[in-house]
Structure formats: C-alpha cells, structure tokens
C-alpha cells in the first residue's frame, strides 16, 4: 500500500532520512486524541481503521532495509510491552532529524554516538524523581460480589463512545466521588440474576478535554509551598566530573527534590491508578478494571481469604470480537468465549444446562498428527494381503476410534490447541459432542487446572484420571443475536467452578473497528499490568518528558560555563581527540538532543487540539522551561506548578477546575525502553550510513540523480 511519498537526498545519509519519513506517518497517533487512517488492501479491497503504530507498519511496503529494521523494532518492543510503541516511533524520528541536524553542524560520529547515549542515560536516572510508588491498592476493593460457576456477570461497555459531560464524574478536595455502575449478572440460561457494582467511575472533565492529559496532575501543598531548591546532578558517572566540581550547585540543608517525591505522593487506589493510565481511553480500561476486578474475587473465593497478595495475570485475559452487534454489547464476563459454527446451535441447546466431562489435547485432532520431535521409522513397509485401504478409510477408521474412545469416558467436550479433522468434527456432531480446535494454551492449563484434566497428546492416550468434570456449555446470549456477518458463527461460553478466566468481548457494526477496538483494550491491559507488577508508575502527561528537556538545558547550560576544564575528568582511557571532540561539540549534541522531547511535547499538546499550531505549543514550553531552569530544580518546578502547566497545556478553558482533574500516569519500563530502542535504533543506522556515505564516490553524484523519492 502506498501512503505517501518524501524526496530523498542520496548525498545525504539516506538512512536517516527513510526512518524520519516512516516516522512522520505515525505522527498523528500520538497523544490521547489519536487521528485514525483507513488502511485498504489493493486486493481485496476490504478497509481496517487503525491507530497504532504496529498495524501501520505491518501494512506499509517496507522493502527497505531501514524499514524492515524498524518493523522488527517496533513488533519487537509491542511483543514484550504491550504499549510504548507510539513513543517509540516518534523519538525515531525525532532523533533521526536531530542526527542529521549534528551532522549538518560537522559534529563528529562518534561524538554524537558518544553523547547522545550518555545523555539519555542521564535522563533514564534523573526521572526517577518523578516516580510514584503504588501501595495496598486490593485493600479496599470490594470482593463481597462473588459468582458462582452458574452465574456471568455481564459489564455492558462502549469503547468508541465519549464520556459525555453531564456525567457524575467529580474529584472533590482530591477525593474521587465514588458512582457505581450496575452490572447485570445471567445465569446460564441467559437470564438477569441480580445486579452488583463493579465499576467506580473517575473524575469527570469535558469530553474534548478529558481524553488530553498532560504535565502530571498530583498537586502536594507543602511542595507548593516551597521554594524552589537547587539540586546537585550525581545519577551520571560521565556527567559528573572527578575532581569534585558540580554542574549544579546545592545549597546546604536541602534534601533532594526525589525524596520527597517518594515520601510525599503513592498511589493506593485502583480506580485512580487505572484512570491514571487510561490516557483518555476510560471505555477500554474500564473494561480492563472489571478484568482485575474479576480476577481478584477468584483468587478470594479459591483461597478462601485474600491475605495473599494478589497478582494480575495478564496471560489469563482473552478477547472475542463480533462486528455487527451494537456497541452497549460490549463486555467483559468470566469464563472463556469462542466461536463456533452455526450448525452447532442443537448440540449447544442439548448440552446446556448440565457439567460435561471434557478432554484436552495438546497437538492437533488429526490422524496423521505427530508430536514435535517424533522420528518415522524407515525402511519399513506395510503389506496388506486385501486390497489397499485408501486414505479416506484410514481416516475413517480413526475418526471411529476416537469416538469410541470418547463414548467410553462419557466425553461431551473436547478442546484441542490445534487443527480439528472436519470428518472427526462432523461424527461428534452427530454423537452429541462438542470439538473445539485452535484453543489458547493459557485456556488450555485454566481448564486442567479447574476441572482436574490431564492434557495429552493424542487421544488414544486419555483414560479416566485424563478426563476433568464439571464444564458448562451455554450460550453468550440469545442465539439469534450470536450470529456473526456471513462466517456464520456464534459465541458460546465455556465455565467452570473456579476458573480464573476472563473474555472481554467487542461488539459494534463496523468491521473495520474491531481490530482497532481490541489493540485499545490490550494496550491498557499491558499498562496496568506493568504498573500493578513494578509497583511504581511515573507522573504522566509529558512531566517525564518535559523533566528531561529541563535536564538536558541544565546540562548544556553548565558545559558551555565549564568550558573545556570540566570534562579533565572523562574517559580517561580515551584519545586526546575524542576528549577534545567531546569538549567542543558536546552542547550542541545535548541541544539536539533535547529538541526531540521539545518536538514531542509539542506535537502532543498540538494533537490535542488546545493550540492552533505546534508553534504555539512550542512557546508555552519554553516559557515554562524557562522558569523551571531558573527555578534549578526541574522536578519540584513540575510538581510545584502542576496546576499551570495542566491548565495551559489541554485544559485551559477550566482553569477554575483544577482541583478537579483526575491524575494521570505513565508505567515506567516500557517507557523507558521506548526511548533506549528508538535511539539504538538511530545509531545503528547513523553507523550503518557511515559506512556507506564515505570515499570519493559520493561526491561525484550526478545532480540530476541526486534526489529521489521513498514511497511509503
């Protein structure tokens, strides 16, 4: 598929200027408020809406090496982390255009490779200031709501609708006012049971302005009401000199500005931690909480206490999505959701209603299926005195093995991790046995471990200690609403007692949404996910961001001061000129450094529609930075400040809210390795075109081939 297209300068490092032109495609997706595009395949013709990073580049014809390097970055980054993948294309870049512009400036390679890795170093170490530790945050959720394996509590949820304004959503003297939404629970037959509260929702801020969140919303008294305070650099070992002298002076009895962050501000609720990281999608992490919320009973029930502390798991989380139904279908229910073909419906309606006995197997459900490493015997040959006995029959005299096999142990439920033979599909069918193939193998081990089932690999293997009890098999609701599009397909729900599953099931009309609406939803998971596993999340909105823009100014300020004495104590093993290389160019490295989370900042508050240009976001910034460079302690500036800074950057109309907007963070590994992927990823290819772009070859380039176009 062909987006667009960039002219490319071939004397230039080309490299560099094919990351910066995938980069800018992804532009838009930054920031709470994301511009979707609509991909289209050439062949088929059928449209996807998306807004992520990962499936733009999956579309994309990236016959380049550049961009095949930078597809395997980002699918690399997303398959670990689950989010960050908009950060990280943007700082590519970013820094890609900040690269260029030190080569521009005659700034050597290696300085710049030298500089810009310590730089980033420096600001990994110094945003720890801003970290928030999380405590207790299952203490005072409410697991009294329990269901019993009869019973699916059903979340009704609409991921692409807005908040609208009238709705009860206030933080008040920086208390969220708890609104608990009703949650209809079916019993397996399909009908409402009870009703219980699952969901508290969040501080209400005006749907444009509530999905932008920005430069960290806790504001602490005390530390506003404290001067600002000089701080000492002592995270770098290369930023610090040897012989004592400090970039930064610190006055005498004043303790650290991250000190008191961490004594000073935590995070114990896990409704605000959630809207915290929502980052204006509340539709999908509500979603994602009932999930937690969901999890956190079963592990109650089973323990039968909650003394042990509770972890979520995120492995345990499926999704089922069905275009066609309306979006208020949207849920999440206990359980596992599958589909299966239409034809099943009778057999569905004769197993409904009662525990099955059910089977589990590894591999595949064929009869030619061998497992992983297994040898066929050679130089031997079957020799049959009758006629030959074709492939069919062979298949046939399995698939009647297998039934009998089945018939035996009373097995009205099959679930296989691999392919299912349709004749052996076809037979069961007929024998009132459900087969389902392609199962997860997460789904696979919930089962054995609730219903007691042993996982085999062929079923010839099962005999009675293999065979778990007590699965239901029902419907997700009315037949006659499970219909899927034209594939002709329902959804029916697979429980039992105590199984630690959870479907999050997407509805809505347009096809093209679903995969969007399911990317949404597990980008959320995986960042309350990592929030809940490290303990700690970051102030979020772009105070980690702007922190390291003051930070970098501070830095280069200090070394244009220092002049070439300050860096006497630096590698000490390296060459004169790289020591004096370093001495020279190193502002300059530092600055363009800094211009790509100054690009960032602004770009962010841009797409958010709460300025009219990047220009004039850009303005704000400086102004502020301005103040938190002369303030000498970045960290307590934005802390101290908070309440401008959100105002001006996406809330400005609601200035005399303040006390209202809820808090916003960001977690903080991916985050971070985000930003190391996206500058290794820049100099790799900045050697890379280094060794391309040298001798005498280059110069002698036509001017008339100079120049060509990248499609994209």
Same mark, same amino acid.
């Given at each position: 598929?062909?987006?667009?297209?960039?002219?490319?300068?071939?004397?230039?490092?080309?490299?560099?200027?094919?990351?910066?032109?995938?980069?800018?495609?992804?532009?838009?997706?930054?920031?709470?408020? &994301?511009?979707?595009?609509?991909?289209?395949?050439?062949?088929?013709?059928?449209?996807?809406?998306?807004?992520?990073?990962?499936?733009? @580049?999956?579309? @994309?014809?990236?016959?380049?090496?550049? /961009?095949?390097?930078?597809?395997?970055?980002?699918?690399?980054?997303?398959?670990?982390?689950?989010?960050?993948?908009?950060?990280?294309? #943007?700082?590519?870049?970013?820094?890609?255009?900040?690269?260029?512009?030190?080569?521009?400036?005659?700034?050597?390679?290696?300085?710049?490779?030298?500089?810009?890795?310590?730089?980033?170093?420096?600001?990994?170490?110094?945003?720890?200031?801003? +970290?928030? %530790?999380?405590?207790?945050?299952?203490?005072?959720?409410?697991?009294?709501?329990? #269901?019993? /394996?009869?019973?699916?509590?059903? *979340?009704?949820?609409?991921?692409?609708?807005?908040?609208?304004?009238?709705?009860?959503?206030? +933080?008040?003297?920086?208390?969220?006012?708890?609104?608990?939404?009703?949650?209809?629970?079916?019993?397996?037959?399909?009908?409402?049971?009870?009703?219980?509260?699952?969901?508290?929702? +969040?501080?209400?801020?005006?749907?444009?302005?509530?999905?932008?969140?920005?430069?960290?919303?806790?504001?602490?008294?005390?530390?506003?009401?404290?001067?600002?305070? !000089?701080?000492?650099?002592?995270?770098?070992?290369?930023?610090?000199?040897?012989?004592?002298? +400090?970039?930064?002076?610190?006055?005498?009895?004043?303790?650290?500005?991250?000190?008191?962050?961490?004594?000073?501000?935590?995070?114990?609720?896990?409704?605000?931690?959630?809207?915290?990281?929502?980052?204006?999608?509340?539709?999908?992490?509500?979603?994602?909480?009932?999930?937690? =919320?969901?999890?956190?009973?079963?592990?109650?029930?089973?323990?039968?206490?909650?003394?042990?502390?509770?972890?979520?798991?995120?492995?345990?989380?499926?999704?089922?999505?069905?275009?066609?139904? %309306?979006?208020?279908?949207?849920?999440?229910?206990? /359980?596992?959701?599958?589909?299966?073909?239409?034809?099943?419906?009778?057999?569905?309606?004769?197993?409904?209603?009662? %525990?099955?006995?059910?089977?589990?197997v590894q591999g595949d459900l064929t009869e030619n299926y061998r497992h992983l490493g297994f040898n066929k015997s050679t130089n031997?040959?079957?020799?049959?005195?009758?006629? &030959?006995?074709?492939?069919?029959?062979?298949?046939?005299?399995?698939?009647?093995?297998?039934?009998?096999?089945?018939?035996?142990?009373?097995?009205?439920?099959?679930?296989?991790?691999?392919?299912?033979?349709?004749?052996?599909?076809?037979?069961?069918?007929?024998?009132? =046995?459900?087969?389902?193939?392609? *199962?997860?193998?997460?789904?696979?081990?919930?089962?054995?471990?609730?219903?007691?089932?042993?996982?085999?690999?062929?079923?010839?293997?099962?005999?009675?200690?293999?065979?778990?009890?007590?699965?239901?098999?029902?419907?997700?609701?009315?037949?006659?609403?499970?219909?899927?599009? &034209?594939?002709?397909?329902?959804?029916?729900?697979? !429980?039992?007692? $105590?199984?630690?599953?959870?479907?999050?099931?997407?509805? $809505?009309?347009?096809?093209?949404?679903?995969?969007?609406?399911?990317?949404?939803?597990?980008?959320?998971?995986?960042?309350?996910?990592?929030?809940?596993?490290?303990?700690?999340?970051?102030?979020?909105?772009?105070?980690?961001?702007?922190?390291?823009?003051?930070?970098?100014?501070?830095?280069?300020?200090?070394?244009?001061?220092?002049?070439?004495?300050?860096?006497?104590?630096?590698?000490?093993?390296?060459?004169?000129?790289?020591?004096?290389?370093?001495?020279?160019?190193?502002?300059?490295?530092? &600055?363009?450094?800094?211009?790509?989370?100054?690009?960032?900042?602004?770009?962010l508050m841009y797409n958010t529609a709460s300025y009219s240009s990047e220009f004039e976001a850009s303005t704000f910034i400086q102004h502020h930075l301005?103040?938190?460079?002369?303030? /000498?302690?970045?960290?307590?500036?934005?802390?101290?400040?908070?309440?401008?800074?959100?105002? $001006?950057?996406?809330?400005?109309?609601?200035?005399?809210?303040?006390?209202?907007?809820?808090?916003?963070?960001?977690?903080?590994?991916?985050?971070?390795?985000?930003?190391? =992927?996206?500058?290794?990823?820049?100099?790799?290819?900045?050697?890379?075109?280094?060794?391309?772009?040298?001798?005498?070859?280059?110069?002698?380039?036509?001017?008339?081939?100079?120049? $060509? #176009?990248?499609?994209?």
């Amino acid at each position: 598929m062909v987006m667009a297209c960039r002219v490319i300068n071939n004397r230039r490092h080309v490299g560099l200027q094919q990351l910066l032109s995938f980069a800018e495609t992804g532009r838009t997706f930054l920031g709470p408020v &994301k511009s979707s595009k609509f991909i289209i395949d050439e062949e088929s013709h059928e449209s996807v809406l998306i807004s992520s990073p990962v499936r733009l @580049l999956e579309s @994309l014809d990236l016959t380049s090496a550049v /961009g095949q390097l930078l597809n395997e970055a980002v699918q690399a980054h997303n398959n670990t982390y689950g989010t960050g993948t908009n950060t990280l294309l #943007f700082f590519v870049g970013a820094w890609s255009s900040a690269v260029e512009e030190c080569l521009h400036l005659g700034v050597p390679i290696p300085v710049i490779i030298s500089v810009m890795s310590e730089g980033l170093n420096s600001c990994s170490e110094e945003v720890v200031s801003l +970290q928030v %530790p999380i405590h207790n945050l299952f203490d005072h959720v409410d697991n009294t709501n329990t #269901f019993s /394996g009869f019973e699916t509590p059903s *979340v009704s949820l609409c991921p692409f609708l807005q908040i609208p304004s009238d709705t009860g959503l206030i +933080q008040k003297d920086h208390e969220l006012k708890d609104v608990s939404q009703s949650v209809t629970i079916y019993s397996l037959s399909g009908g409402p049971v009870k009703s219980c509260k699952l969901f508290r929702l +969040q501080a209400k801020v005006e749907a444009n302005k509530d999905a932008s969140q920005t430069l960290q919303t806790l504001i602490n008294s005390r530390l506003a009401d404290t001067s600002c305070r !000089k701080s000492i650099l002592i995270h770098s070992r290369h930023f610090n000199s040897t012989d004592n002298n +400090q970039w930064v002076s610190k006055p005498d009895g004043l303790e650290q500005p991250s000190a008191a962050t961490s004594k000073t501000y935590s995070c114990n609720d896990l409704v605000e931690l959630a809207v915290g990281l929502s980052h204006g999608d509340h539709s999908s992490m509500k979603l994602v909480e009932a999930a937690v =919320r969901l999890q956190y009973q079963s592990a109650c029930m089973q323990q039968g206490n909650c003394s042990v502390p509770f972890m979520f798991d995120i492995s345990r989380i499926f999704t089922c999505c069905l275009p066609g139904l %309306p979006e208020t279908s949207t849920c999440v229910c206990p /359980g596992y959701i599958t589909l299966v073909s239409i034809s099943s419906t009778a057999l569905i309606k004769e197993l409904k209603d009662q %525990p099955v006995r059910v089977v589990l197997v590894q591999g595949d459900l064929t009869e030619n299926y061998r497992h992983l490493g297994f040898n066929k015997s050679t130089n031997i040959k079957t020799v049959l005195e009758s006629m &030959k006995v074709n492939q069919d029959s062979t298949e046939e005299l399995w698939a009647h093995h297998v039934l009998q096999i089945l018939t035996q142990f009373s097995v009205h439920l099959v679930l296989a991790q691999g392919n299912v033979s349709d004749l052996l599909n076809e037979k069961c069918m007929y024998s009132k =046995r459900l087969v389902i193939g392609s *199962v997860n193998g997460s789904v696979m081990q919930a089962f054995a471990e609730a219903t007691g089932a042993v996982q085999v690999a062929y079923i010839t293997q099962v005999n009675e200690d293999c065979v778990g009890n007590g699965v239901y098999v029902t419907f997700w609701r009315s037949v006659s609403l499970d219909v899927v599009g &034209k594939k002709n397909r329902m959804a029916i729900l697979l !429980k039992t007692e $105590g199984i630690n599953l959870v479907t999050a099931v997407f509805t $809505g009309p347009v096809t093209a949404q679903m995969q969007t609406k399911e990317d949404r939803f597990w980008t959320c998971a995986s960042r309350l996910y990592y929030a809940l596993k490290e303990q700690k999340v970051f102030l979020g909105g772009g105070a980690v961001e702007f922190l390291c823009l003051s930070h970098l100014q501070i830095i280069e300020e200090q070394s244009l001061k220092k002049g070439n004495q300050a860096y006497s104590g630096w590698l000490h093993n390296s060459s004169s000129w790289l020591a004096s290389s370093l001495a020279l160019y190193r502002p300059t490295v530092l &600055k363009c450094l800094a211009n790509g989370w100054h690009k960032y900042l602004s770009t962010l508050m841009y797409n958010t529609a709460s300025y009219s240009s990047e220009f004039e976001a850009s303005t704000f910034i400086q102004h502020h930075l301005q103040n938190a460079i002369d303030c /000498g302690s970045p960290s307590s500036y934005i802390l101290s400040e908070y309440s401008e800074l959100n105002s $001006g950057v996406f809330n400005s109309g609601i200035s005399n809210k303040l006390e209202q907007i809820p808090r916003v963070y960001d977690i903080v590994t991916p985050k971070i390795e985000a930003w190391r =992927r996206a500058l290794d990823l820049v100099l790799l290819v900045l050697q890379t075109d280094s060794e391309i772009v040298t001798g005498h070859g280059h110069m002698q380039i036509n001017s008339k081939e100079s120049e $060509g #176009f990248l499609f994209l």
